[in-house]
C-alpha cells in the first residue's frame, strides 16, 4: 500500500511513476476524499473540545442554581453534530483505504518504464546445449523415462495436473532436499506454513482484493483459500506487530506445494510441466530494514542463480520493467531456464523486493534501537526454486543419445548414487 502522505505531498511524481508501469492512475477523487476527511477531523476535534469544556461547566453552573437549558441543548445538537461527522469520516476512511489498496507499487527508480518488451538480460550462464543427435522434448522424455504419468493425473485432477512416479518422484524430492539443504547451510529459517489461508494474508501480500478471483477459493462463509506461493503465507508472519531493530534482517525459507487456477488459455507450446495448477516450490523471504533491503535482494539473486549453477543448467538473469512487475513489487528479477524444444527461456525464479508496500497493508513494523521511533520495514522474496519448469530443463538439456539422461552431480547423494536416468527402468 502507497503511503498516503507521499500522494498528498505529490501526486503528480506519484501518477508518474505509475505510468512506468503502463497504469494510468487518477488520484482527483482520492484527494478530495483525504481533504475532506482532514478538514472533518479538525472540525470534530474542535466540536469535542468544547463539548467537553461544557461538561464541566454544566455541574457547576447548576450547583449555583443558574439555567442550563440552553447549554444543555447546546451539547445535544453537539452530540448529534459529532455523530454525523464520525459516520461521514468512518466511510472517507474506507473510501480512502478501498483506494489506496488498489493502488500498484511504485517501481524503483532504476527500474525502465514500458512492458516485458523491455526487459532487460542481465547475464548469461553457460550455453545453450548443441546435440550431435535429434533431441526429444520432455514430456517425450519424461514419459519414456517413466518420471511423470500425464495420462493419469489428468483422469485424477483434470487437464493442468500430473503424476510424479517412481524415478520421477525421487528426482522431484531430490531437488526439494537439494535446495533445503542450500538455504539452512546460508542460515535461512525453514518453515513448513499452513496451506489454507484467510483473505487478510492475500490483502497483506498484495495479491487480493484485484486478483482475487485467481486463488482456489475453499469455502463460500468467509473467505479461506489454497496459498499461490509461500510468500502469501510467509509475508503474514508478524502481520500487525513491531519487530526490534535488532531481530532484522529475519532470513526465512518455507517447502510447499503451490495451487492456483491459472485461469485463461494455455498456449500450444505449454504442454506437460510448464504450466500447472499445482506444484512444488522452496520460497525465500525476508524481513529487512529499509537501507539493507537493496542489499538483501541481491543476496537473494545470488543465491538462487547459484542454486540453478549448481544443477549446471543454462539460464539467464533478466531484470524486470515496471509493467512486467507485479503489483506488490518495486523492483523483480528473474531466473529464465532454456528449454531447448520450446526455443525460449521460461522462468524458475522471480526475486522481488516489495519495499514497505506490503509492510503496510500488513501494518508490521520496526522499533529502532537508538530513538526508539517506529517505522514501516521492508519485504523481499524470491523463488529457490520451484521445480515445475527444472524438471523439463534438466531433462531437455542433459539428455543422451540413448534416450538417457544425466542426473546433476548435485542431486545423486539424493538418488542413492545414481548418475543416469535409463529408459526402462
Known amino acids: 500500500m502507497l503511503d498516503i502522505n507521499l500522494i498528498r505531498n505529490d501526486p503528480q511524481w506519484v501518477t508518474e511513476a505509475l ?16 481533504s475532506r476527511r482532514r478538514e472533518l477531523l479538525q472540525k470534530n476535534e474542535a466540536v469535542k473540545a468544547e463539548r467537553n469544556k461544557m461538561n464541566k461547566q454544566i455541574p457547576m453552573l447548576k450547583k449555583r442554581g443558574e439555567d442550563t437549558t440552553c447549554l444543555m441543548a447546546r451539547l445535544k445538537e453537539m452530540a448529534d453534530q459529532v455523530k454525523a461527522m464520525d459516520e461521514e469520516q468512518g466511510d472517507l476512511e474506507e473510501k480512502i483505504r478501498t483506494a489506496l489498496l488498489s493502488l500498484p507499487n511504485l517501481p524503483a527508480e532504476d527500474v525502465v518504464a514500458g512492458g516485458k518488451e523491455n526487459n532487460q538480460v542481465v547475464s548469461l550462464f553457460g550455453e545453450k546445449p548443441a546435440f550431435p543427435f535429434e533431441p526429444k522434448n ?5 514419459t519414456d523415462l517413466g518420471l511423470i504419468d500425464y495420462e493419469r493425473g489428468v483422469k485424477m485432477g483434470g487437464n493442468g495436473f500430473w503424476l510424479y512416479t517412481g524415478e520421477g518422484a525421487r528426482l522431484e524430492w531430490a531437488l526439494l532436499n537439494y535446495f533445503i539443504a542450500e538455504h539452512l547451510k546460508d542460515g535461512y529459517t525453514f518453515m513448513l506454513p499452513p496451506h489454507m489461508l484467510t483473505y487478510e494474508c492475500g490483502l497483506t501480500a498484495g495479491q487480493f482484493p484485484k486478483f482475487q478471483e485467481d486463488v482456489y477459493r475453499l469455502s463460500e462463509e468467509g473467505f479461506y483459500f489454497m496459498l499461490p506461493t509461500a510468500e502469501t503465507a510467509l509475508i503474514n508472519l508478524y502481520r500487525g506487530e513491531i519487530l526490534e531493530e535488532a531481530e532484522l534482517p529475519k532470513k526465512i525459507f518455507a517447502y510447499t506445494p503451490c495451487y492456483r487456477r491459472e485461469a485463461g488459455a ?18 525465500m523471504f525476508a524481513y529487512t530494514l529499509p537501507e539493507d533491503s537493496d542489499a538483501m535482494l541481491q543476496e537473494m539473486i545470488r543465491k538462487a542463480c547459484r542454486l540453478v549453477e549448481g544443477l549446471g543448467l543454462h539460464y539467464r538473469l533478466t531484470k524486470l520493467a515496471a509493467g512486467d512487475c507485479s503489483a506488490s513489487m518495486a523492483t523483480t528479477y528473474d531466473i529464465e531456464l532454456w528449454i531447448p524444444s520450446m526455443n ?15 509492510a503496510r497493508r500488513g501494518n508490521i513494523r520496526l522499533r529502532r534501537k537508538e530513538n526508539r521511533k517506529v517505522e514501516f520495514l521492508h519485504t523481499l522474496n524470491g523463488s529457490g526454486l520451484a521445480t515445475s519448469r527444472l524438471m523439463p530443463a534438466m531433462v531437455e538439456q542433459f539428455q543422451q543419445g540413448d534416450g538417457s539422461v544425466r542426473i546433476p552431480r548435485v542431486l545423486q547423494p539424493f538418488m542413492g548414487g545414481q548418475e543416469v536416468l535409463r529408459p526402462g527402468k
Not at 505510468?19 to 483525504?34: Q, V
Not at 525460449?344 to 506490503?358: H, L, P
Open 19 to 34: 505510468k512506468k508501469r503502463e497504469y494510468e492512475a487518477d488520484l482527483t477523487e482520492l484527494l478530495d476524499w483525504d
Open 138 to 142: 520432455h514430456m517425450d522424455l519424461c
Open 266 to 283: 494455455y498456449r500450444a507450446s505449454e504442454r506437460g510441466m510448464i504450466r500447472g495448477h499445482q506444484f512444488n516450490k522452496v520460497e
Open 344 to 358: 525460449e527461456y521460461k522462468e524458475c525464479s522471480s526475486v522481488s523486493n516489495a519495499r514497505d508496500y506490503q
